[in-house]
């Protein structure tokens, strides 16, 4: 029975992306093999986000060709955004997928960037959001205001204060937080390992790291919850996480904290860093230079896979409850993500050295 | 102890889950796919499980976790043909195995190495199994109790090990680990993101040197054009002698050596972020302790490969602990692991504490299967070593070109780049000359392997510590001297001790003669040169950034009084001493039929035509000009061998789905797969 109507799922799906596909042109691909570049390892999160789109999208493109996922790690990612960089195939057989830690460098004018994102044509972005927790005995001095861990001290397993770390170290640094990173951890697992080890004492993960892992730590009482970064909406606000709704958003732990203020050059700078790295953290590219129409196709393509009906019963676990941005919609993510002002980069550069040494060219 | 109650009928569930043919089915499917996969150095159970992950999607969770459990089991297992026929160690669970049991293949024993090696790594397996099942209920304080400290002074531990596998000169072997420390440090600095003896200009560098390279290059590559300079097989006597029977009675009469070192295996491989690479070097230690009789370590002593062997398939089940209690994967193969177990069932089974309360019998079905997987594979390993074995009959020189192909191709995998090829001949160009004088190569791959782990948790065990410091004497000392330290540190007090006035009888890597002063003295030098400038090079970093400076730093001047050391020793000395070791000057080396620079030419060779025309145009010109030049055979014997060759690289690369080293040729003209490249 449950094989019957997984059979029915997909055939309907399939019946959509056709009816989708043939009304927006008729491109067919069958036989193809399109390769989807990601500049991570096979063991990030990038590569599971890019493994769960590839079977969806190959069924989804008009004549079903083969989706293989390739990976080119290196020097943080930049070795295969530089490598897309140089790519002019246009038949939309390369693909390419970034995420936030491909954005910093970018954002931050690291020596080794020698990629555009303008020049890319964007199909569909996916986004997260991201949780502050806290030991018990600092979490029983959180009044939803960070006036009673001015006078802690705190430790943090941090992956590096260049990658998506900058915004919880800015965010707690924002709150007048004694906040001393331990850097060099391999991943947020690691990070919470070593919050449960209690060699930390505060932890942040992402939506699907919180929910897997932390989770349980929040009910047996070893960890509290302190604020989620929240998520954008249409106008570019920043509001509670949908996944969230009860926990408060940094922005209002900000308000209610003495001598957090959420204008002026540090919160640009913050939240500029905030849009950059987790409403629209990972998307999908065509290189440049790419045939309108083999755009459109993909673009189709992606829409069809959001529209399946079971899609926010399989994506909720894998790329977790957040909007999936397609074609102008995906566009316009890109150009949130990547535009940040001279100034908000200029403090975060000068922030970096002064708290932590740590010099970008 | 209603855990325990609880436990019981989860097992039976498991069992119930697992004992189904359609089920056992895809175990052996699983398996015998690992096989394939697993003989291949340098990819292992990442290639092949990548491979599966786009099937796994919406697959019945059960059978999709035995086809992955089947594939993953048997790497460790299956690289041990690699270690053992060819001095390759296939993955980092093999790198020990190559010094006892590539000299037994060369004694005519492979087949006996083989299956002594294949029988422990079964029993290490179930061991494993049986141990975590009981464990896996209490394991998650124990875990929660290993910290930085506890984690550092492992690693200290394995380092240890340095002390027994120095050589006849301790000092030099010290001053080899160093080196191996050194070069471990190279390129961006996990802590502060400051270069160490690397530049933005060669990005290659920045991201540091791939193990799977270092390996090929420190142990693979010396030996290979070893060999291929004698021109002989692999096997000195022309016949095998003992035959697989052989070593299973070898394991029998080791059988608690092999329990023993099963233990090591499970409870290093519970330990996140150690992982396999210090399990084997402990195991094989503890081997070389326990034996009375010390004089045949390195020339094929038969426990060297129990001890070993047995750890590294124990320390997979032993890892599932982190992978499945806290998400946390102890290997590159478990972190794909993860994602696979996420697709199968579309997200209901979830890694982490879950695992334990919700899902036990998956849990326990999870260890079960890889213990069957362990026996199905192992069952298949050893019904094949026999007639494998005789591969160390067939002549060395139609073997090599083959050889050259497979660790460029596997060199290449690890960082996609033609850079890969180039560190490979760098490296493998030490190693050449770390073997020609005798410096420790084990010391140096044990330096290079835990040169990461030292670094990352000094830096981060003593931020802690200061901070613990700052709020009290008694907190910081606490922190710093658990209960767990001090145990380890005592061992590794003791093994230290042990292995020092033991270690001139291990000759780990063979006998080897005296020659002139000349040449070891030139090579001490250039070492030496080495550390001075990766010392200078991290003193010029930033104080802020202490953390990346420092270790590259303390390395280099320990490591350069111990050149100093050996440098007086060689001035004062005469050349009869064994400071002045140089395999040119008398044995296999020195006779040769073929010279050193001549032989290498010929890799040097396919890798600057692989630069030239990408990988597969310039096989196939190494590979005829090979066998019609330097072996001998007619055109036609070399024309098939080299179709042969190339059919089977293009085959499998085409099933992993992996790309071969474009050259500039391909810069100007586009060609089809597989003469293109990337």
């Known amino acids: 029975m449950k094989t019957l109507s997984k059979f029915a799922l997909t055939a309907s799906a399939a019946a959509i992306a056709l009816s989708m596909a043939t009304s927006a042109n008729a491109m067919d691909m069958s036989g193809k093999t399109i390769e989807w570049t990601i500049p991570f390892s096979e063991t990030g999160g990038s590569a599971k986000w890019a493994n769960f789109f590839a079977p969806l999208l190959s069924e989804a493109l008009p004549g079903a060709p083969t989706v293989v996922v390739k990976f080119m790690p290196g020097a943080g990612s930049t070795k295969g955004a530089n490598w897309f960089q140089q790519q002019k195939d246009g038949d939309g057989t390369v693909m390419f997928g970034s995420s936030g830690s491909t954005q910093f460098p970018y954002l931050l004018g690291d020596p080794r960037v020698k990629y555009e994102y303008k020049d890319w044509n964007p199909v569909m972005a996916t986004g997260t959001g ?50 001393e990173p331990v850097f060099g951890i391999k991943g947020r697992g690691d990070g919470r390992l070593m919050f449960e080890r209690g060699e930390a004492n505060i932890d942040y993960q992402t939506t699907s790291g919180y929910l897997g892992g932390s989770m349980p730590l929040v009910e047996a009482g070893t960890a509290v919850p302190m604020m989620s970064w929240g998520s954008l909406d249409s106008d570019g606000n920043i509001v509670r996480d949908p996944t969230f709704p009860d926990m408060p958003t940094f922005k209002e732990v900000c308000e209610a904290t003495d001598g957090c203020e959420t204008s002026g050059e540090a919160w640009d700078a913050w939240k500029a860093f905030f849009v950059a790295g987790f409403p629209s953290q990972k998307i999908a590219f065509l290189p440049a230079g790419t045939d309108q129409a083999v ?67 | 102890m209603d855990v325990f109650t609880q436990a019981l009928p989860a097992l039976g569930d498991a069992f119930a889950l697992i004992l189904q043919p359609i089920v056992l089915g895809y175990l052996v499917l699983g398996v015998v796919m690992g096989l394939c996969i697993g003989v291949f150095p340098g990819l292992g159970g990442i290639a092949g499980l990548s491979l599966l992950l786009p099937f796994m999607f919406g697959m019945d969770p ?31 669970a093999s790198q020990a195995t190559v010094l006892d049991g590539f000299p037994m293949a060369k004694n005519g024993e492979a087949a006996r190495a083989l299956s002594a090696a294949f029988a422990s790594s079964l029993f290490g397996g179930l061991i494993g199994a049986s141990f975590l099942t009981v464990f ?18 492992i690693t200290i531990l394995g380092l240890s090990m340095v002390a027994i596998l120095a050589g006849r000169v301790a000092i030099k072997g010290i001053a080899a680990a160093g080196l191996g420390l050194a070069v471990g440090t190279i390129g961006e600095a996990d802590a502060g993101g400051s270069l160490r003896m690397a530049s933005y200009d060669i990005p290659y560098l920045t991201d540091g040197l791939k193990l799977v390279i270092v390996g090929l290059g420190i142990f693979a590559i010396p030996e290979i054009i070893s060999l291929l300079r004698q021109d002989r097989a692999i096997s000195k006597s022309a016949t095998l002698g003992a035959g697989w029977f052989e070593g299973v009675k070898d394991w029998w009469a080791n059988i608690w050596l092999s329990v023993r070192c099963s233990i ?40 060297g490969v129990i001890g070993p062997e047995s750890s590294n398939n124990a320390k997979e089940g032993g890892g599932l602990v982190p992978t499945l209690l806290f998400g946390i994967p102890g290997s590159g193969s478990m972190a794909i692991f993860i994602g696979a177990v996420a697709l199968l069932g579309s997200g209901s089974i979830e890694v982490g504490p879950s695992m334990l309360k919700d899902n036990l019998n998956f849990t326990y079905s999870i260890v079960w299967l890889l213990a069957l997987a362990n026996v199905v594979g192992t069952v298949m390993c050893i019904a094949s070593s026999g007639m494998i074995a005789k591969l160390t009959t067939i002549r060395f020189t139609l073997l090599a070109p083959f050889l050259f192909m497979l660790i460029s191709f596997a060199a290449f995998q690890s960082g996609q780049n033609f850079a890969d090829l180039v560190a490979l001949f760098g490296i493998g160009l030490l190693g050449i000359f770390l073997r020609r004088f005798d410096w420790s190569r084990p010391a140096f791959l044990i330096g290079f392997v835990l040169s990461n782990p030292v670094e990352k948790f000094t830096n981060q065990a003593f931020q802690i510590a200061r901070f613990r410091f700052r709020e009290s004497m008694e907190a910081g000392l606490e922190y710093i001297f658990s209960p767990i330290v001090l145990i380890l540190l005592v061992i590794t007090v003791v093994s230290v001790a042990v292995g020092i006035r033991q270690a001139k009888s291990i000759l780990a890597e063979g006998d080897v003669k005296y020659g002139s002063k000349r040449a070891p003295f030139i090579f001490l030098s250039l070492i030496m040169g080495y550390f001075i400038v990766t010392y200078w090079n991290a003193s010029q970093i930033s104080d802020r950034l202490m953390g990346d400076k420092i270790i590259p730093m303390v390395v280099s001047i320990v490591a350069i009084i111990c050149c100093l050391v050996l440098l007086v020793r060689m001035i004062r000395q005469p050349e009869t001493d064994m400071v002045f070791a140089d395999r040119e000057a008398d044995g296999d080396d020195a006779d040769a039929a073929h010279g050193l620079w001549p032989t290498l030419a010929w890799f040097a060779g ?39 060759g190339i059919a089977f690289i293009c085959f499998m690369a085409w099933t992993l789905n992996r790309d071969f080293p474009p050259g500039l040729l391909q810069d100007y003209v586009e060609l089809p797969w597989p003469l293109g490249g990337a």
Not at chain 2, 65 to 91: E, K, Q, R, W
Not at chain 2, 276 to 289: L, M, N, P, R
């Open chain 1, 295 to 361: 755009i459109d196709a993909f673009v189709t393509a992606f829409a069809a896979v959001k529209a399946r009906p079971d899609f926010a019963e399989i994506s909720a676990k894998r790329v977790g409850k957040y909007p999936m941005y397609v074609g102008a919609e995906a566009a316009q993510a890109l150009g949130v993500a990547t535009t940040v002002p001279d100034s908000a980069k200029a403090f975060v550069t000068t922030w970096l050295k002064d708290a932590y040494g740590v010099e970008l060219n």
């Open chain 1, 130 to 179: 991201g949780v502050a927790y806290l030991n018990a005995e600092a979490g029983a001095k959180f009044d939803g205001s960070a006036n009673g861990l001015k006078d802690m001290n705190f430790i943090y397993g941090s992956q590096g204060a260049t990658r998506l770390d900058l915004v919880p170290l800015l965010a707690w640094q924002m709150l007048g937080m004694n906040v």
């Open chain 2, 264 to 303: 090591i295996g499970v409870v290093v491989g519970i330990i996140p972020g150690l992982g396999g690479s210090v399990v084997d070097w402990i195991a094989y230690g503890h081997s070389v302790q326990t034996t009375k009789d010390k004089s045949k370590f390195g020339n094929g002593e038969v426990r």
């Open chain 2, 606 to 644: 396919l890798l600057i035509l692989s630069g030239l025309f990408g990988f597969i145009i310039a096989l196939a010109i190494f590979l005829i000009s090979f066998f019609r030049i330097r072996a001998g055979e007619n055109w036609s014997k070399s024309a098939i061998l080299t179709a042969i």
């Open chain 2, 136 to 153: 896996i209920l209490v394991a998650r304080p124990i875990v929660l109790s290993f910290g930085l400290p506890e984690m550092l002074m």
């Open chain 2, 62 to 92: 059960i059978l999709g976790l035995a086809l992955m459990i089947g594939m993953v089991a048997v790497v460790p297992t299956s690289d041990t043909f690699a270690s053992v026929l060819m001095g390759i160690p296939g993955s980092s």
